[in-house]
């Protein structure tokens, strides 16, 4: 299992980020990551992944 997770922030590493450089607080991959932490705990709504 462990060799997974690499793999996937390398994934998610490669997604380009749209935002205006300007406004950008956190690390593209931070918040992906997180989200999809937060979907796999149970988060079904932006609400509840902000949560």
Do not use: F, K, N, Q
Request: aromatic share 0%.
């Amino acid at each position: 299992m462990p060799e997974e997770i690499p793999g996937l922030l390398e994934r998610l590493a490669e997604v380009p980020d749209p935002r205006d450089p300007r406004g950008v607080r956190h690390a593209l991959v931070a918040v992906l990551t997180l989200t999809a932490c937060a979907v796999l705990a149970g988060a079904t709504s932006l609400l509840a992944v902000g949560e």
